[in-house]
């Protein structure tokens, strides 16, 4: 597509309950990248995909959360049990490639807007 | 460990006024990567520029200037004669040359309203 899709725009859940949040990013990007953005916050990363692997896990912030990529291409991060601190914005981007001296820009979505009641 | 600090959160301008957005860094690498994001009120994130740790030469882009000092590990971004459509927030990144972009780390971001 022309851009970083991402969705639901908006997802308003039940304490306890799972999500499901989708990210298409743009054709031919091999990377993926989640962030989150917490209110007033800056992006913390979460997780990133070079093709369908996901080298580094460690910004999950914990085991509730987990990502996966199929196709090299749409990804879905899937969060359980959710709980209230897990409000925030998730934000998806994409880049034509990852990995060691590859710093290129990255393309965003316009993020889904995830509230915990 | 990195580190982006971006003092200002909100500043607020008259329309045409000259701004400066700060950011300072913090990194033990040698090499790296500096960049800056525009938020518009649509929530996604716009690329402006990158800036490697060996360029410290100054850019300038239209309205849009940025100021590379390794001495003081700042990035300060400036728009001049600013306009209504610059209210954005407006974030500062860092990444590690040797790792790419996994491990980007982004400033709190600063919120500017320009007055019409």
């Known amino acids: 597509g022309a851009g970083v899709s991402q969705s639901p725009s908006n997802k308003v859940t039940e304490k306890g309950k799972d999500v499901e949040l989708r990210c298409d990013p743009i054709s031919g990007h091999t990377a993926l990248y989640w962030y989150r953005q917490r209110l007033g916050q800056g992006l913390e990363f979460l997780i990133y995909?070079?093709?369908?692997?996901?080298?580094?896990k460690s910004g999950l912030p914990s085991d509730r959360f987990s990502a996966e990529r199929t196709g090299e291409s749409v990804s879905t991060l899937t969060i359980q049990r959710t709980q209230q601190e897990d409000s925030a914005v998730y934000l998806c981007?994409?880049?034509?490639?990852?990995?060691?001296?590859?710093?290129?820009?990255?393309?965003f979505g316009s993020g889904t807007q995830l509230s915990v009641l | 460990a990195q580190k982006v600090t971006q003092a200002q959160t909100e500043i607020s301008v008259v329309e045409k006024e000259d701004v400066t957005l700060d950011c300072v860094y913090e990194t033990r690498d040698t090499t790296y990567y500096l960049f800056w994001y525009k938020q518009p009120p649509s929530g996604e994130l716009v690329f402006l520029i990158r800036?490697?740790?060996?360029?410290?030469q100054n850019e300038i882009s239209g309205r849009y200037s940025w100021n590379f000092q390794k001495s003081t590990s700042s990035f300060n971004f400036t728009i001049t004669a600013s306009q209504v459509v610059d209210s954005a927030v407006y974030f500062c990144a860092l990444s590690r040359g040797n790792f790419g972009n996994e491990k980007l780390t982004f400033g709190t971001g600063t919120r500017l309203t320009i007055i019409p």
């Open positions: 995909f070079q093709g369908n692997s996901a080298p580094d």
């Open positions: 981007a994409s880049s034509y490639s990852a990995g060691p001296a590859t710093n290129e820009k990255l393309f």
């Open positions: 800036r490697n740790s060996f360029d410290e």
